[in-house]
């Protein structure tokens, strides 16, 4: 073969007249000619085998050449013949290249063939590439998700046979064909061809997905070869980094074939290669790629979690760019670290250099969570996750890390406090300290260790010292052993005889570097009583070191010679005695007590520092929990879920008080957000409905003991939400359903040893499943009887109370059911047990005997036929008992110390009574007449109601099916007066029951009615009845008394309200207003007059009645009872209560009334009048920090325009230059646009005067500051110039200023301006003094008679600035005179009807 193929650089320079014997291509075929060409070169290869490419190369370049105008079976004709003949020559060459005796023309042919096959494959496969890629963009799926029609269908084969393209390729080039080329140096332009075909297949957008596994497979181990065998390391680098920077999905794939490149194929200098490029990138550079960071930044992290072990010589690169700008690349790299920390330098193996590297590691991603960007911050703690997970955290820095961790709980990004939270819960699962985490259990076992080791400590520094044997004493002791042996040694017969025996110590301990070293050495014999072995190295000396003075006496050697060596030796002299006692060897029993003494020590430190440890861990847990339990009510629903998963991670291991938070998670299955719901349910079916265990019983009790645990001092509301819980699982049809009932019989029965508090819980846990199944309590109602209600109820009226509370679950009320109602006979076991515990507990002094009673009488009215009866015997009952308890008093003639404190006098007699017993009796007749009012409106109603229903109903049927035509015509006539009669008879019912209440139940007739004298007669005098219970309960029963007609309400409305007044008991005063805010429900117009009393109680001085006064004025509100007036400024101070709870009772308010319609806009004016005025005494601070919240309620732009207006025209009344500088940063609080802006210029009058105060002035000021910002260059222009005259008006009064322009604009504008001077009366400077902190109690009318809207101002014509609260009020009624409000004993106004119920 005379001519050799050069591979061209492009594909027309084939047919230009090359260099000599170069191959230029002589036929060039057109399109239409091409097929018979291919059957010729089809026909050759099955002839010829993969050489014919030799002679048919120019139909394959023709195809090429005429790439876009050749029909695509064509081209794919001639891709499989070149695959064939690829695959062909790869078959063939092993041969060749094995053989020795091959001839230079045919390596030449081989080579041609191969060079000319693989360049026409690499560009035909390109082509095919370049249209697939094209045909795809063309056929997307558009909006309707319809792929759109074209052509390409032979095109939809493509991936397979691209596959093949590659492994044909692949195949051959494993071969090592170097050989074929001279020197076996290939030429750059086959090895490009080859890469660059890979290349532009990698490019494609979809050779990430999954579906292009073989093909990226097949690109990898393709140009794994060519780096591996020729040459293409540096060339594979480079075009990584181009391609990442222009294609980002390319990321995982360079990662993954880097990977393979280097561990496969050997070539680890690749990942030198490209992380060193990336790392030469300055910030500067990555700032202006975006995409290219993305993709550089994915590169990274995807590698070093391939090969982590790689990456370490080549960390130092990369570590440079955690300085950059690049966050992107900061989390990268953080990631490696975190891969190499889990997967190599991790365990116990680390050598020294291996530790220092790790330590390095841990401190720079501990730096990096305080870092400047959210998302890097958020990373590390998903690393250091990843970490714990993996268990790969050194124990020393589990401390330091958990501090970190706890504090990014405080984080401003939600990404963080999640990652945090993450962190947190694997901190606790993976920690490997204790399964039960708690500071306060730990406290005690560090103290008593801490202890334990101080006295080692003292022990060994303290110990009395050994008696010490002289070295005298011991050489007296075996001097004549020792002389015998010297004899011995210097007789000639004996040395010689004894040589060979001895050979072995002498040999162990041959001459030292120096004659003291020697010394030492035979000294030490002496001591063990080598004698021989002494005597011996003695003898060696002497020739060894002639001229030393320890050994010069042996110059002669005699036995006396050498026994005065050897005792100089052994004696020494004074200086030299204790350095040869520290070089001699201790004996065996006190090395063996010393190491014992030490090992202990050392055993006891490790105990301390463990337990030191620990509980430093359980300190940083109980503080992450209290964090986390109040992110349980965030508004950001993936917090809520991580804190949810959190709690219920921790209550998994054991954690202390993570009941804590497993129960402030209860209320969130009541969520409107399902996500939260769903979360809280599931974790509760996680910890409690899913229990572990070997057999049904075990789990049965493995899940009471964990619902009971969570019952255990619960409140009201954790008892419902866990309700809800309990009922799901029963409703779940669970096979454990029966065995948990079973165990919580034996639990409440007590055949079972467990606590009081286990027995009700369980006994609760009961009622629960009764909601579900009835049958459950009402089957087993004796033993419930027989067990809490029996002879032992009173001495655990809390387990009575809480087995009535069970009862009464399967009662209708609390079922909802419909038909007959269900009752039991009055003389059923179960009241006549209720009754006489009712009764007895009145003449006793259990303090939880009210809580039963309640509960006891509610249910009494539930279940009982005919229960007024039942309670009229019951208060007569009780009041006998007091009433001997009385007399028995008398007889004993008790001793006033016994009584001094529960002691008082009845009407006549001037006999005593208990007072708790009294109060007792007072408590029971109120919760008679309070259930006694429900059972009428409730029970007796429906059951009117449905009496009525049934008697319709046989009506109906009695009187038969009408004619269908006289139906149809009167069909709406008759609707109407079905409707009016139903109607009609409601309103019978309801005036009956109402009738009733108000004639009957306090007749003189009825028991009740003897009461209320006496529940007045205490209310009335505190004076006299002092004590503290017995005032309590009578405020209460009295409110419960007012419940049951308008007329008992109004004659005693103004005592309820003087006790809620003048009481000098702050739960007397809570009760009062709970109580008041019932009546206010139930007879609003009674109590409207008294609205500013409530109010007033927000003031009150003690924590506990401010927060039940908002709680309860924040429900009538908010359900539209009371009317929002002005004396919500009331609530609106106690945003700045120093209470927390309190404050985010007052913030709840507002955000619940800012929902309701223009609310807060209608009140704001009122506010800040009341709370800037003088008397009050508010400081700037805490009025602006109540503005500034009340404030961000007003978004609409209609609403800022007409407050300005307001709040401008207020400044007219204002008389102080504290009103002013409030109007004024009141107007800096509004979010004001152009429209409020121009709404400000207009009022400029109303204020204009005031601007000389910088009170005024500087608020102003700062909101042209904001509107300037971002504005329009007219709106600039205009602030600029309000500002302008803003800045001299206060810097020289508004009389000096001359404005041009205003008089342009405004003839009449400095004349009005000079008016409003003349016409606002100086400032009181006198009345702003009034000193700090003496608000009062209750805010009367005339309390804003000095800063009043002008009248003018509520007949202006604008709707838009008209508020409800600037309507005339007349509340001179709610206000008690003098007259009517008593300051003795007795603080209300006698009235006839009074004084004959008192008589």
């Known amino acids: 073969m005379s001519w050799d193929f050069f591979v061209p650089v492009c594909v027309g320079d084939l047919v230009k007249t090359g260099g000599i014997n170069q191959y230029v291509v002589q036929d060039v075929v057109p399109p239409k000619q091409l097929p018979p060409y291919l059957s010729k070169f089809k026909a050759a290869l099955r002839s010829q085998g993969p050489l014919c490419i030799l002679e048919h190369f120019d139909t394959g370049y023709s195809v090429l050449q005429h790439c876009n105008s050749v029909e695509l079976a064509v081209k794919e004709d001639t891709l499989e013949l070149l695959v064939q003949v690829v695959s062909g020559l790869a078959a063939s060459l ?55 029609k074209g052509g390409g269908e032979g ?17 051959l080039l494993q071969l090592d064909i170097r050989s074929l080329w001279s020197l076996s140096l290939v030429e750059e332009e086959f090895i490009s061809c080859v890469t660059c075909c890979c290349y532009k297949l990698l490019e494609n957008p979809t050779i990430s997905h999954v579906k292009s596994k073989p093909t990226r497979d097949g690109i990898i181990h393709l140009l794994g070869v060519l780096i591996k065998k020729y040459n293409h390391l540096l060339g594979a680098g480079v075009k990584v980094i181009q391609l990442l920077q222009h294609f980002e999905q390319l990321s995982s794939v360079f990662a993954q074939a880097v990977s393979v490149w280097s561990t496969e194929y050997g070539v680890r200098a690749i990942i030198g290669e490209v992380i060193r490029e990336i790392g030469q990138r300055s910030s500067e550079e990555l700032a202006r790629e975006a995409s290219g960071v993305k993709a550089f930044a994915s590169f990274i992290a995807e590698l070093g979690s391939l090969v982590p072990e790689l990456v370490i010589p080549n960390i130092s690169v990369l570590i440079t760019h955690l300085e950059g700008e690049s966050h992107s690349m900061r989390v990268a790299v953080c990631e490696v670290l975190g891969e190499i920390l889990v997967r190599v330098l991790c365990g116990d193996g680390l050598d020294e250099s291996g530790k220092a590297d790790r330590d390095r590691f841990f401190d720079t991603l501990q730096e990096h969570l305080h870092d400047t960007h959210s998302h890097v911050r958020a990373r590390v703690l998903q690393v250091y996750t990843r970490i714990v997970n993996s268990k790969a955290l050194p124990l020393f820095k589990y401390s330091e890390v958990m501090e970190l961790a706890v504090g990014r709980l405080m984080d401003k990004s939600i990404n963080v406090v999640k990652s945090a939270i993450q962190l947190l819960a694997a901190f606790i699962a993976h920690n490997p300290y204790s399964c039960k985490l708690s500071s306060a259990d730990l406290k005690k076992p560090l103290e008593k260790e801490t202890a334990k ?63 003291r070293a020697t010394a030492v050495k035979v000294a030490q014999y002496l001591r063990v009583n080598k004698y021989r072995s002494a005597v011996r190295l003695c003898i060696r000396a002497r020739s060894c070191f002639p001229k030393s003075e320890m050994f010069a006496s042996l110059s002669t050697l005699t036995a006396e010679t050498l026994m005065d060596t050897l005792a100089l030796i052994f004696k020494g002299s004074d200086e030299d005695t204790s350095e040869l006692s520290q070089n001699l060897p201790p004996t065996p029993q006190k090395e063996a007590e010393k190491e014992g003494e030490d090992g202990e020590l050392k055993k006891q430190e490790m105990l301390v520092q463990y337990l030191k440890d620990t509980e430093t861990f359980a300190l940083q847990v109980e503080r992450a929990i209290s964090v986390i339990n109040t992110m349980l009510y965030l508004k950001t629903t993936s917090v809520v879920q991580e804190a949810v998963q959190f709690c219920v991670t921790v209550c998994e291991f054991s954690v202390a008080n993570s009941v804590s938070g497993v129960r402030k998670m209860l209320p969130l299955v009541w969520s409107t957000d399902s996500a939260i719901k769903d979360a809280v349910v599931q974790a509760y079916r996680r910890l409690y409905l899913n229990p572990q265990g070997e057999t049904i019983r075990t789990k049965a009790h493995t899940l009471v003991d964990s619902l009971s645990e969570l019952m255990v001092d619960a409140s009201l509301g954790t008892i419902q939400c866990v309700e809800e819980i309990v009922q799901e699982f029963f409703g779940s049809g669970s096979n454990l359903q029966s065995t948990v009932v079973q165990v919580l019989w034996e639990r409440f029965t007590g055949k079972r040893e467990t606590s009081g508090l286990h027995r009700r819980a369980a006994v609760l846990l009961l009622g629960m499943a009764a909601r579900a199944e009835r049958e459950v309590v009402l089957s087993n109602l004796d033993t419930l009887c027989s067990v809490a209600l029996g002879e032992k109820v009173t001495e655990d009226f809390l387990l009575a109370r809480d087995a009535v509370i069970t009862i009464c679950s399967i009662t209708d009320h609390v079922r909802q059911s419909k038909g007959a109602p269900f009752r039991l006979p009055q003389d059923h076991q179960l009241f006549t047990c209720l009754t006489q515990a009712i009764a007895d507990g009145v003449v006793m002094e259990d303090p939880y005997w009210q809580s039963f009673m309640e509960q006891a009488v509610r249910l009494l009215y539930f279940m009982a036929e005919s229960p007024d009866q039942l309670c009229t015997r019951l208060l007569q009952r009780s009041a006998r008992l007091l009433l001997d308890q009385i007399a028995e008093g008398g007889e004993l003639n008790k001793d006033a110390s016994q009584m001094q404190d529960v002691s008082q006098e009845s009407n006549e007699q001037g006999e005593q009574v208990n ?77 009956l029951i109402r009738k009733i209440c108000e004639t009957e139940l306090l007749a003189e007739e009825n028991l009740l009615s003897a009461f209320l004298p006496l529940l007045v007669r205490v209310c009335s005098s505190p004076g006299r009845y002092s004590h503290p219970q017995l005032t309590t309960s009578a405020c209460l029963a009295l409110s419960q008394y007012m419940m049951i007609s308008p007329s008992t309400c109004e004659e005693n409305i103004r005592l309820m309200f003087t006790v809620l007044e003048r009481s000098t008991l702050p739960v007397v005063r809570a009760n009062a207003i709970i109580a008041l805010g019932d009546l206010t429900v139930r007879f609003p117009n009674i109590l409207e007059p008294w609205t500013q009393n409530l109010y007033a109680r927000l003031s009150d001085e003690v924590p506990s009645v401010r927060q039940t006064a908002v709680t309860v004025l924040t429900q009538l509100v908010l359900k539209d009872v009371l009317k929002v007036k002005g004396q919500v400024s009331e609530v609106a101070v106690l945003l700045i209560d120093p209470e927390p709870h309190i404050t985010s009772l007052a913030l709840n308010f507002f955000n619940e009334l800012a929902s309701k319609d223009n609310a807060i806009y209608n009140l704001l004016p009122d506010i800040i009048s009341r709370l800037s005025d003088p008397e009050r005494g508010m400081t700037s601070e805490d009025f602006n920090t109540i503005m500034k919240q009340l404030f961000s309620y007003i978004t609409k732009e209609r609403q800022t325009e007409s407050l300005v207006e307001k709040l401008c025209q207020r400044f007219r009344t204002a008389k102080t230059e504290r009103q002013w500088c409030d109007l004024a940063m009141s107007l800096s609080l509004l979010s004001m646009c152009e429209r409020g802006f121009k709404r400000l210029q207009e009022c400029w009058e109303c204020y204009s005067d005031k601007l000389t105060e910088p009170g005024v002035y500087q608020p102003l000021l700062s909101i042209t500051a904001r509107l300037r910002r971002g504005a329009k260059a007219q709106f600039k222009a205009q602030v600029d110039e309000f500002e302008k005259r803003l800045t001299a008006v206060h810097t020289r009064g508004l009389e000096n200023v001359e404005s041009p322009e205003m008089d342009e604009e405004n003839q009449k504008g400095v004349g009005s301006s000079e008016k409003t001077v003349m016409c606002t009366p100086p400032p009181a400077r006198g009345r702003t003094r009034s000193k700090r902190g003496q608000a009062k109690p209750s805010v009367s009318g005339r309390g804003d008679d000095s800063f009043v809207t002008p009248q003018k101002s509520r007949k202006s014509k604008k709707p838009a600035i008209t508020f409800s609260s600037d309507e005339e009020e007349d509340e001179e009624d709610a206000v008690m005179a003098e007259s009517e409000t008593p300051k003795v004993t007795t603080p209300i106004s006698r009235t006839s009807r009074r004084a004959r119920l008192r008589n």
Not at 103 to 128: I, Q
Not at 155 to 171: F, G, I
Not at 928 to 955: C, D, I, M, P, T
Request: contains cysteine; charged residues 35%.
């Open 155 to 171: 095109l939809l084969q493509w991936d397979s046979e691209r596959e093949k393209v590659l492994q044909a390729l692949v195949q």
């Open 94 to 148: 092993p041969a060749l290249l094995a053989s020795t005796s091959v001839s230079a023309d045919e390596r030449k042919e081989k080579l041609n063939a191969v060079k000319m096959s693989v360049y026409l494959l690499c560009k035909l496969t390109e082509t095919f590439e370049s249209d697939s890629c094209r045909q795809s963009i063309v056929t997307a799926p558009g909006k309707g998700g319809k792929k759109g």
């Open 915 to 991: 007072c708790v017993c009294l109060a007792q009796l007072l408590a029971l007749c109120g919760c008679v007449a309070f259930w006694q009012v429900s059972h009428l409106e409730r029970s007796v109603s429906a059951e009117l109601r449905r009496r009525r229903g049934e008697k319709e109903e046989r009506e109906e049927k009695e009187k038969g099916p009408s004619s269908k035509a006289k139906q149809a015509a009167n069909e709406s006539a008759m609707e109407e007066e079905l409707g009016l009669i139903g109607a009609s008879a409601e309103d019978t019912e309801a005036e």
């Open 453 to 515: 080791l101080r006295e080692i400590k003292a022990q060994l520094e303290g110990k009395a010292p050994v008696a010490v044997i002289k070295a005298s004493e011991l050489w007296a002791a075996m001097e004549p052993e020792l002389l015998v042996t010297v004899t011995t040694e210097l007789e000639p017969t004996s040395e010689a005889k004894e040589e060979e025996d001895d050979d072995r110590d002498v040999e162990e301990n041959k001459e030292a570097e120096d004659d």
